[in-house]
């Protein structure tokens, strides 16, 4: 039976230890092309960078011309709020209309396994 171990460090044992999470959100495109989206992405951008627990976002196009949003959070709850959020008080942006709704497909996990 395979054992799990989590060696990250935690200095102080009687605080849980909150992980890191990464968010994955995978769609294709409807009329635009990549670079099109990331351009109007702009206000989407400032708008992560203001919440709570954001580290990171990368945009990229995969072989079969679908795209992968990642995002890196401070913790799960970060990204899931942020989520929420981002369709309350984005739901106006036109980057909505630039995505096929119904080939989303978006999950957010805890970071188990970091080098780096």
Known sequence: MA?????????????PLVMEAVEI??????GCSVEEFIVA???VDAWLRRQPGFR????MEQADGSVA??????AVTDGRAAADGLMDE???????DLIDQRTVCWSVSPVRHRVG
């Open 90 to 96: 984005l739901a106006d942006s036109p980057v909505h």
């Open 69 to 74: 949003d990642v995002l890196v959070w401070a």
């Open 3 to 15: 054992r799990i171990i989590d060696y990250a460090l935690n200095a102080d044992a009687s605080k």
């Open 41 to 43: 992405n702009v206000e």
């Open 25 to 30: 959100t995978t769609f294709r495109l409807r």
């Open 56 to 59: 990171s976002r990368r945009i």
